[in-house]
């Protein structure tokens, strides 16, 4: 934290300080063309079917590509953490650190989320968002982040000296082993840093210290998504809740989450621009 000071301040401190900032990754290449014909598509969208998250557990949900996916509030304001893999190869996975050096702290309509190394493309567009009207308030917060990594076992322990097993964490590595029936271990390897849905984050502007508020979302409320690829969803009911006052307990307040998934004519997608793995060749510099 750089709030503790142990250095001197050198006397050149004035020449060092000052520089304008310069946005590291600019994104208006990488600019969705898609979205207009995505937004005429979904007017035409058919349910198939529905997957409901029960509080404090995690379950899988499939989605072929060219198909749309919400995931929804239905019963009580409730924070999920979301997991995506190509559902063909799960080493290529969602790659939160990336999405959001391209986007930013928060995502929301038109966004991508980008899948891992060496793949690097995007695995599916956000579409729709019933909150994208609370913007960014006085604290800096707002909802759908790719800042936190997930509510896990691992941090409760080191800070609380707790055993608790139905953190974000262990619910995703619980419904791949349940659901995908995968090994324990093989299945805790390939949960990764979430997008964290509905969940109203940012940072302190003191200590610059993540934190979290009641997120606004409540039944009726929907993050909608496009998959560029045929995708393994995983999704966890947060066990904060509505992550108003803690996490990673049995004391919040939790309520179900559903998954919807929805098919259109691909008629109404025919001119869209494909999402295409990365043709970097590889070599690394090495000859």
């Known amino acids: 934290m750089k709030i503790k000071k142990f250095s001197k301040k050198p006397s050149d401190f004035e020449s060092r300080v000052g520089g304008e900032p310069v946005v590291c990754y600019p994104n208006n290449t990488i600019e969705d063309k898609n979205l207009s014909i995505l937004h005429s598509a979904r007017q035409h969208l058919v349910k198939i079917s529905d997957v409901t998250i029960p509080p404090r557990d995690a379950k899988i949900f499939e989605v072929k590509s060219g198909q749309f996916f919400r995931i929804e509030s239905i019963e009580g304001p409730q924070v999920g953490d979301l997991n995506l893999f190509n559902s063909n190869n799960l080493e290529e996975k969602f790659y939160s650190g990336k999405t959001r050096a391209l986007y930013g702290t928060h995502l929301s309509v038109g966004d991508k989320m980008f899948s891992s190394f060496p793949y690097l493309r995007s695995l599916a567009t956000i579409t729709w968002d019933t909150l994208d009207w609370y913007d960014y308030d006085k604290d800096g917060g707002s909802v759908h982040d790719v800042i936190g990594t997930r509510c896990d076992p691992y941090t409760s322990k080191l800070l ?10 262990s619910n995703l590595t619980r419904a791949l082993v349940r659901e995908k029936k995968l090994k324990i271990d093989d299945a805790e390897k390939i949960v990764h840093d979430v997008l964290n849905v509905f969940m109203l984050t940012g940072f302190t502007n003191d200590t610059k210290q993540y934190f979290m508020k009641a997120s606004p979302v409540r039944p009726g409320d929907y993050l909608e998504f496009f998959a560029e690829t045929d995708l393994l969803g995983a999704l966890s009911a947060c066990p904060g809740g ?24 691909q008629e109404y997608l025919k001119n869209l621009i494909p999402s295409k793995i990365s043709d970097y060749n590889r070599k690394h510099g090495i000859i």
């Open 160 to 169: 609380t000296n707790n055993d608790y097993h139905y953190c974000c964490h």
């Open 242 to 265: 509505d992550c108003g006052s803690e996490h990673s307990s049995d004391n919040s307040k939790c309520f179900p989450l559903n998954v919807s998934i929805w098919k259109v004519d």
